[in-house]
């Protein structure tokens, strides 16, 4: 079974462009989690998705936002770059049915945005 | 405030060396704790715990936790120089969110 599958790899931005990362979980996986990664903060959750429908929101602005397909499949947006959203952003994909919540995550290995 | 410590934050040991890693936590709604490894790259999936007292191994791993004192260890015996990476443990929330608040990692050296 392929693993989780995110793309682009590696992204270079300038300070005030957007950008779209998108994330396809493990098939048959409904939940798909993003996190971004710093040396600073370490792994910090952004949002989840379940059935299209985004269920909890971490403290991140505005400028950060998402969204998933009736295929699960997800996209990650970030508008107005700032040189502090330099980081892996990763994705995470779960097997979740209904609120069970007790499904393991599984990350894929992430997106490396540098932002000048 | 969800929060998830782990101590120590980083470790050097010599092969074949026992190490345990500590997990605590204190948040709302807890259903699983979840242990990752790191290398220089994506966290790979290692144990799911949800209740006290059970072990979950594998191979040289192994993992406990404890619901009551709000903690977990990771234990792992005749370390090799591949063990080395970055340990994270993850809180799972059982809310309608699944949101994972995670620890800031242990970073494990194993020398020759």
């Known amino acids: 079974k392929a693993g989780v599958t995110q793309t682009p790899r590696y992204l270079i931005k300038t300070r005030g462009q957007q950008v779209t990362l998108s994330c396809s979980p493990i098939?048959?996986?409904?939940?798909v989690s993003w996190y971004q990664q710093t040396p600073g903060q370490g792994l910090q959750f952004l949002f989840e998705?379940?059935?299209?429908?985004?269920?909890n929101k971490g403290n991140f602005p505005g400028r950060f936002s998402g969204r998933q397909f009736s295929n699960s499949r997800s996209e990650m947006n970030v508008s107005t770059l700032e040189l502090g959203d330099s980081a892996l952003y990763l994705c995470?994909?779960?097997?979740?049915?209904?609120?069970?919540?007790?499904?393991?995550?599984?990350f894929g290995p992430g997106t490396r945005l540098t932002v000048t | 405030e969800d929060k998830v410590v782990q101590s120590p934050l980083s470790l050097v040991v010599h092969e074949g060396d026992t190490v345990t890693l500590n997990c605590s936590y204190e948040?709302?709604?807890?259903?699983?704790l979840l242990w990752y490894k790191q290398e220089k790259k994506a966290p790979t999936f290692l144990f799911m715990l949800?209740?006290?007292?059970i072990e979950k191994k594998s191979g040289r791993l192994s993992s406990i936790l404890d619901k009551k004192e709000l903690f977990s260890i990771l234990n792992i015996t005749a370390t090799q120089t591949g063990d080395s990476a970055v340990y994270l443990c993850?809180?799972?929330?059982?809310?309608?969110?699944?949101?994972?608040?995670f620890g800031d990692g242990t970073t494990l050296t194993v020398k020759p």
């Open positions: 995470a994909s779960s097997l979740e049915v209904g609120l069970a919540f007790t499904y393991e995550q599984y």
């Open positions: 098939s048959g996986h409904r939940s």
């Open positions: 998705y379940f059935s299209e429908t985004q269920r």
């Open positions: 948040v709302t709604n807890f259903r699983s």
């Open positions: 949800t209740s006290s007292g």
């Open positions: 993850a809180a799972r929330l059982a809310t309608n969110a699944g949101k994972s608040t």
